[in-house]
């Protein structure tokens, strides 16, 4: 029969049925993640998020259950993983926060400055492309007739680009329907 057969056959006949099934279940488990991968993006991005902060939970729960073991302070002790849980995500969001307001003033300020220079980049831009008509008419009459060729090509590629991507508009726009769903989802799953 061959080595795998053998091997199969060698298993008692009730513990092949466990296996048989438990292939099954493992099959039909994995096509239903498959299914519903969309919706579980969300969970498993809470998931890595509980996993990163865990450590950082637990420590800050020991220093408030320390805190809490004096006299007066003994209500810390009930209260301990909650607390460490809001102050873990207080400074995370600090964290966040302080990013985008670094880097979001910095990109504006960037921004400013090439929409002040556009008209350099236009003239530029105008430059390079009289040159490039002029090279191009320097060119024998038949690669004039393959480039001409491969830029219709490309045109119609284009379009079909400019095409799909106006229909998967209505895509993008539950995609991000969903991040947005999802960015608010994660840190209540989380804790």
């Known amino acids: 029969m061959g080595l795998l057969g053998d091997a199969w056959l060698r298993i008692p006949a009730a513990r092949r049925k466990q296996l048989f099934l438990l292939i099954i279940a493992i099959f039909v488990l994995l096509i239903i993640l498959w299914a519903a991968r969309g919706v579980l993006a969300p969970y498993v991005i809470a998931l890595v998020f509980s996993y990163l902060l865990v450590p ?3 420590l800050l ?11 007066y302070l003994g209500f810390l002790k009930k209260i301990a993983r909650p607390l460490s849980i809001v102050i873990t995500y207080l400074v995370v969001i600090a964290l966040v926060v302080g990013f985008f307001s670094s880097f979001v003033p910095l990109i504006i300020e960037q921004s400013k400055q090439l929409w002040e220079e556009r008209d350099t980049v236009w003239e530029y831009l105008y430059d390079f492309g009289s040159k490039a008509v002029a090279q191009y008419e320097l060119l024998p009459a038949q690669v004039q007739m393959q480039i001409e060729d491969a830029l219709g090509r490309l045109g119609t590629a284009i379009a079909n680009v400019v095409q799909q991507a106006v ?6 726009i539950s995609y991000t329907v969903s991040l947005v769903l999802a960015i608010f989802i ?6």
């Open 186 to 191: 994660i840190p209540f799953w989380a804790f």
């Open 61 to 71: 729960e020991k220093g408030w259950r320390w805190v809490g073991s004096h006299r």
């Open 167 to 172: 229909g998967g508009t209505a895509v993008a």
């Open 56 to 58: 950082v939970v637990d």
